[in-house]
């Protein structure tokens, strides 16, 4: 899949065809249909080789908010990488590295205390945080950032009497991607924190 995730990142899904591939490892497509059988499993075989590219932290370590942050902070990584990959993750993903990773996650989640329908909304809610705001950072930055940063600033700032809390407070220009990241998985890992508490006021 090495090759598959080099033509998907060099030149985007849409361009992606089992023709295209089958020329770039010189070979012919009835070859390469002997392997993969559409252009969907090759997408998910790329998307799963990307996931393995997110290198897990090894043992529990029993802070299960570390070993949650040192997962995500890796999934976040190898996705940004591959820009494309976030916008393929409404696709079942069972592919063996998506599942041993989201195993790690789910049972660092269950060390943690999160058990049933808690556990499952921890994880999901997690998990979109993370494809959402790789996904929000890719598009930025598939334009000219910086003039598309000031471009929306000054947008909100003639808008001011419609808008004014975003032309107060909402300036794009102004946001660093790994520190608003960083601070909104502590917002989310804080409110599992507080739930588990509430839940388990002994501990």
């Given amino acids: 899949m090495t090759e598959a995730v080099a033509l998907l990142d060099e030149e985007g899904i849409d361009r992606l065809t089992m023709r295209r591939l089958a020329e770039r490892l010189g070979t012919g497509s009835t070859t390469l249909y002997w392997h993969v059988k559409t252009k969907d499993d090759v997408l998910d075989l790329a998307l799963d080789t990307v996931f393995g590219q997110a290198r897990i932290p090894g043992a529990l370590s029993g802070d299960w908010r570390a070993d949650v942050t040192a997962l995500v902070g890796e999934w976040r990584a190898a ?75 000054d947008h909100l700032q003639q808008r001011r009497d419609r808008y004014p809390t975003l032309a107060e407070h909402g300036h794009v220009s102004g946001n660093d991607w790994d520190a608003t990241f960083a601070h909104g998985l502590t917002y989310l890992l804080d409110g599992i924190a507080t739930r588990l508490s509430a839940a388990h006021p002994e501990q």
Avoid: C, K
């Avoid at 921890?122 to 471009?151: C, F, H, K, P």
């Fill in 79 to 153: 996705m940004l990488r591959h820009p494309w990959s976030a916008t393929l993750l409404g696709r079942p993903l069972m592919g063996p590295n998506v599942l041993e990773r989201t195993e790690f996650l789910h049972a660092a989640l269950v060390r943690a205390g999160l058990a049933g329908p808690e556990l499952i909304a921890a994880a999901y809610g997690l998990a979109n945080y993370v494809i959402g705001s790789t996904m929000m950072q890719t598009a930025w930055q598939g334009r000219d950032e910086a003039a598309a940063r000031r471009a929306a600033d």
